[in-house]
């Protein structure tokens, strides 16, 4: 029997369900391992451990009392996007790096009533706005396979406790590849829902309609078991989709024949990495193999993903993170001479160097005279891109490819152009502009670093990702692998 | 598209953001490559094109009664301010 860091949520919860293992065991071995790894890794800015063990404590006094859920008792760790009742939440930024959240994310609470305990934050890339987690307040967050390499971004952080086994999974948010970057650099299994399916409630906004909650795991069992808790409509969030949540850990297991998958043509296209796709190609064969029907897939507007989201994302960025203004929360200059210098100096001071080019990329866009130039357009453009996913579902069922072009890159090699850093959303961007449910699996490695297999799905096909995930996880072991150092 | 020093300065006024001497170039290069990869926006042909307004086909934002719904949570939520005196925000005088 492995050790219980090795172990998935699925596996974690039926041994709490037998009483094999107490949460405040469970608890207590995972805070010693992120105490152990956090300072190669840093993957937390926060860790709750005393809240922890409580928690744990009124897992275990449920589960004794017969009063258990499918979940109750299991840690997990939230990307520090989320807003945590009592606790710092901080998202990365100097801004917030005091703020204590007054309330839960609809996420956090949806976890807190189903008994999953709450280990820390997760450090990420600041406001959610990086590829590599470089640009956190907190510091860079190191690639468990590698530690000279990043773990990729936004959700770094999450991705690198699910990898280093610091937690059995983590809550995670998506804009542009979020999720399913740092999932493919670290070899673990991201799933980013469709836009709606989980509520933005108590989420810190950075681009509202490309942002989407979701997670990362070990497996694609626990994606949907937890997807399952976190789903579902919420009053609070204007953007919710009233839709009912299927039990999608009860779907995962039926057979692929039959199952109609399309190979991206722009995606296997210049600038991928030969051993990354070699490696992705595998996998897809291991698809076929299980009685898919493969065909090749084009979408012709999909190169233009990344023009249109460095449009739109810093747009609704600038917008968004208007409300930091060092007035009702958040870093406040000393001695402001006036307002306007108030304003000017707190938010100079309180926002890193990637969050201010997005904001003035943003507010130039949105300025008199360059609106239809270059957002109006943007959304069009998105719109193109949107209907060519809507005319590939017509004809397959998924649609599959790479998650990244390359595998982890090094610390610093791309920090001095951020055009450079943004390429690497490429393949990932374009489920976020058109909505889309998208994940990343584990699929083997180019050079001894992890490679991702990016599906993608028609709007709420969660299950069937999940399925499709599911089933080439039963033929592979590439996602119970762990980094050595980290075993 | 390039764009220059007064340019910079300009966009950080719109957006209330305070830039040292030192960090202007870097905005001037940075912003100015952004707008260079924006540009391959215009290969596009979106003359019949609406733009997207919303991520989910026919969905729209949903409205809510304009009724107050919250309990009154004023000093919770002024726990986080920099500065509060009374019950009310302070700000650096604004009329003379």
Known sequence: ?487 | MSLNRRDIENIAHLARLALSEAEIPLYVEGLSRILALVAELDAADTSQVEPMAHPLPGQRARLRPDIVTGADERALLQRNAPQVEAGLYLVPRVIE
């Not at chain 1, 897992?59 to 939230?78: C, K, S, Y």
């Not at chain 1, 936004?154 to 995670?172: E, F, I, K, N, Q």
């Not at chain 1, 949907?224 to 953007?239: K, P, Y």
């Not at chain 1, 453009?381 to 579902?393: C, K, Y």
């Open chain 1, 1 to 487: 029997m492995s050790a219980l860091h090795l172990k998935t949520v699925a596996e974690l919860a039926s041994q709490l369900a037998a009483r094999a293992v107490s949460s405040v065991e469970l608890t207590r071995a995972f805070l010693a391992r992120i105490e152990q790894h956090q300072a190669v890794s840093n993957a937390f800015i926060t860790v709750t451990r005393d809240a922890a063990l409580a928690e744990a404590a009124r897992a275990d006094a449920r589960l004794a009392a017969g009063q258990g859920g499918p979940l109750t008792g299991v840690p997990i760790a939230h990307k520090d996007i989320f807003c945590t009742s009592g606790v710092r939440t901080t998202c990365g930024s100097r801004m917030l790096s005091e703020f204590v959240s007054p309330y839960d994310a609809t996420v956090v609470a949806r976890l807190r009533a189903a008994g999953v305990v709450m280990l820390g934050k997760t450090n990420m890339d600041e406001f959610a706005m990086g590829s590599s987690n470089e640009t956190s307040y907190f510091g860079a967050v190191r690639n468990p396979w590698d530690t000279t390499r990043v773990p990729g971004g936004s959700s770094g952080g999450s991705a690198v406790a699910v990898a280093a086994r610091l937690a059995p999974a983590a809550t995670a948010t998506d804009t542009g590849g979020s999720i399913r970057q740092p999932a493919a650099l670290c070899g673990v299994t991201g799933i980013k829902p469709t836009y709606g399916r989980v509520s933005r409630f108590g989420m810190i906004a950075f681009a509202s309609s490309l942002d989407q909650g979701g997670l990362i795991t070990v497996d694609a069992e626990d994606a949907a078991l937890l997807l399952r808790a976190i789903a579902g409509f919420d009053e609070r969030d204007s953007t919710s989709v009233d839709l009912p949540v299927p039990d999608y850990a009860a779907a995962l297991d039926q057979p692929l024949k039959g199952l109609k998958v399309g190979l991206l043509r722009e995606f296997f296209d210049r600038g991928l990495d030969p051993q990354v796709e070699a490696t992705t190609r595998a996998a897809i064969e291991v698809l076929r193999a299980q009685g898919a029907a493969l065909r090749e897939v084009s979408l012709p507007n999909l190169p233009l993903s990344v023009p249109t989201y460095y449009v739109v994302a810093p747009a609704e960025c600038s917008s968004n993170l208007a409300r930091f203004d060092g007035v009702r929360y958040g870093h406040r200059c000393e001695n402001p001479l006036d307002l306007l210098d108030l304003y000017r100096r707190s938010r100079g001071e309180g926002f890193g160097p990637e969050v201010k080019r997005r904001i003035m990329t943003g507010t130039y866009v949105l300025s008199a005279g360059y609106f239809d130039a270059f957002y109006l357009k943007a959304q069009r453009v998105r719109q193109l891109i949107s209907g060519d996913f809507t005319r590939a579902f017509q004809e397959v069922d998924v649609l599959v490819g790479p998650t990244t072009p390359t595998a982890a890159f090094e610390l610093g090699a791309k920090t001095s152009d951020p055009v450079t850093m943004y390429l690497n959303d490429i393949y990932t961007i374009g489920a976020n502009l058109a909505g889309l449910p998208a994940m990343s699996v584990p699929c083997g490695f180019a050079a001894g670093l992890p490679v991702g297999l990016q599906l993608i799905g028609p709007h709420f096909a969660e299950g069937r990702l999940l399925q499709v995930a599911y089933r080439y996880q039963r033929e592979t072991d590439w996602h119970r692998r762990a980094p050595p150092g980290f075993a």
